[in-house]
């Protein structure tokens, strides 16, 4: 092993340790005590079953971390990149096609080593915890979908930053900054009419009091909306959500079927007007102009090591192919990128609150958007006391009991 090898292999445990350690600090950091917030909303029988189901998520999740990070340190000191390599090269195509074989043996490999993890997640814990509802015919045809779907758009983008970096020698990265930008706002455009409709089903809401209530509100913040959809997300499980949805004439909000069943009309106008506020507020241009920019700023940092030798070095490479270096800067990158996620959902959680604060102040109806707080957080088993390191690291969401005080103490300041 070199001092690069090293240097890659110190990278991926210090990672995989911060990761750790924020989650034994969070199991840790579980209380037997009942917020009074939650009286009427969490019992001991169901509170206990939270805290267990948060235990068992963790030991899953350090198990199959650990795994893959041995997985990864074997792969990495026994030349295994080195003999891919040699297989991909041994078809005889072009630096495009060989890149694109190098790529999909490594990434077909990771995913079939993921189906017992994803397998056990599904079947084992949420099954035990009563949140499955998928069958295995379902969990198959999504596995091959989203493998069909993220292989061509990988493919895509793969192939194009190949090529840049091949032919293009000035500034290679700034093109490929705009070539990928220009993609993925095209899948951003298109993934609520073409994508998303391959694993659910998406229905406009029906008439009645809720879409009478969500289209009045709607229209007093004048917010055009362009579709209101309901999703079959009960075919999976049992787990509620709301999400907003694309651009343009391809907007949508769209309600997991769980989550109108469980709630009142008031509640998931809040839930929406929610929704709305981040829309309202540009949050979400925020978020994609962030993601754009470390995207452009990972590709800057990337051409300035393609061509460093012992990048190709630390992962026992005998040739340097631009397709592996790619790949090779992935784990270079990694604790730049753990910075980024940081900084990333700090700027989250920032937002959640004032999506919050929007819905309470333009909605007016405080109380029922606390009540669909605690109901999400009792129906999806949440922890109510997560550990602040934890939280830095990975939440992109507040944790619910601090929601619950801000909008307290807003509902204060306008009485």
């Known amino acids: 092993?070199?001092?690069?090898?090293?240097?890659?292999?110190?990278?991926?445990?210090?990672?995989?340790?911060?990761?750790?350690?924020?989650?034994?600090?969070?199991?840790?950091?579980?209380?037997?005590?009942?917020?009074?917030?939650?009286?009427?909303?969490?019992?001991?029988?169901?509170?206990?079953?939270?805290?267990?189901?948060?235990?068992?998520?963790?030991?899953?999740?350090?198990a199959s971390s650990t795994f893959?990070?041995?997985?990864?340190?074997?792969?990495?000191?026994?030349?295994?990149?080195?003999?891919?390599?040699?297989i991909a090269v041994s078809f005889g195509f072009g630096t495009i096609f060989t890149g694109l074989i190098f790529a999909g043996i490594l990434l077909l490999a990771f995913e079939i080593l993921k189906i017992p993890f994803s397998a056990y997640s599904i079947f084992v814990v949420e099954e035990k915890f009563g949140f499955n509802r998928m069958n295995v015919k379902t969990f198959i045809a999504d596995l091959l979908k989203s493998w069909i779907i993220g292989a061509v758009i990988g493919a895509v983008i793969f192939a194009a930053i190949m090529w840049l970096f091949t032919n293009i020698y000035n500034y290679a990265w700034l093109y490929a900054f705009a070539a990928v930008v220009v993609f993925e706002l095209f899948i951003a455009f298109i993934a609520p009419v073409v994508i998303m409709p391959?694993?659910?089903?998406?229905?406009?809401?029906?008439?009645?009091?809720?879409?009478?209530?969500?289209?009045?509100?709607?229209?007093?913040?004048?917010?055009?909306?362009?579709?209101?959809?309901?999703?079959?997300?009960?075919?999976?499980?049992?787990?509620?959500?709301?999400?907003?949805?694309?651009?343009?004439?391809?907007?949508?909000?769209?309600?997991?079927?769980?989550?109108?069943?469980?709630?009142?009309v008031d509640e998931l106008t809040s839930i929406l007007a929610h929704e709305m506020g981040h829309f309202k507020l540009g949050h979400i241009i925020k978020h994609i102009i962030f993601s754009f920019v470390s995207?452009?700023?990972?590709?800057?940092?990337?051409?300035?090591?393609?061509?460093?030798?012992?990048?190709?070095?630390?992962?026992?490479?005998?040739?340097?192919?631009?397709?592996?270096?790619?790949?090779?800067?992935?784990?270079?990158?990694?604790?730049?990128?753990?910075?980024?996620?940081?900084?990333?959902?700090?700027?989250?959680?920032?937002?959640?609150?004032?999506?919050?604060?929007?819905?309470?102040?333009?909605?007016?109806?405080?109380?029922?958007?606390?009540?669909?707080l605690k109901k999400l957080s009792v129906d999806n088993l949440s922890n109510l006391y997560p550990h602040k390191f934890k939280v830095f690291l990975e939440y992109s969401h507040p944790p619910v009991l601090e929601r619950i005080k801000t909008i307290n103490k807003l509902e204060l300041v306008q009485h």
Not at 68 to 86: K, M, P, R
Request: charged share 20%; net charge positive; aromatic share 20%.
């Open 198 to 264: 391959l694993f659910n089903k998406y229905i406009p809401l029906e008439g009645g009091e809720l879409k009478n209530s969500i289209e009045e509100y709607a229209k007093k913040e004048n917010f055009k909306m362009k579709g209101l959809f309901k999703m079959d997300g009960s075919k999976r499980s049992t787990k509620s959500n709301a999400f907003f949805t694309g651009f343009g004439r391809f907007r949508r909000i769209v309600l997991f079927d769980t989550l109108i069943q469980k709630h009142t």
């Open 1 to 62: 092993m070199n001092i690069y090898t090293f240097l890659i292999v110190f990278f991926l445990i210090s990672i995989y340790l911060v990761e750790t350690i924020a989650n034994l600090f969070n199991v840790k950091n579980i209380s037997s005590n009942i917020s009074s917030e939650f009286n009427g909303y969490f019992d001991k029988e169901k509170y206990a079953k939270a805290q267990e189901y948060l235990k068992m998520n963790t030991k899953f999740s350090i």
């Open 68 to 86: 893959f990070l041995i997985v990864q340190i074997i792969f990495i000191v026994s030349g295994g990149f080195d003999y891919v390599n040699t």
């Open 295 to 372: 995207i452009g700023l990972m590709l800057f940092v990337f051409s300035l090591f393609i061509n460093e030798t012992w990048l190709y070095d630390a992962f026992l490479m005998h040739t340097q192919p631009i397709y592996a270096g790619i790949i090779f800067f992935g784990f270079l990158y990694e604790p730049i990128s753990l910075i980024i996620r940081v900084i990333s959902n700090y700027f989250s959680r920032k937002y959640e609150y004032q999506a919050d604060a929007y819905a309470v102040t333009t909605y007016k109806k405080p109380e029922a958007m606390i009540n669909a």
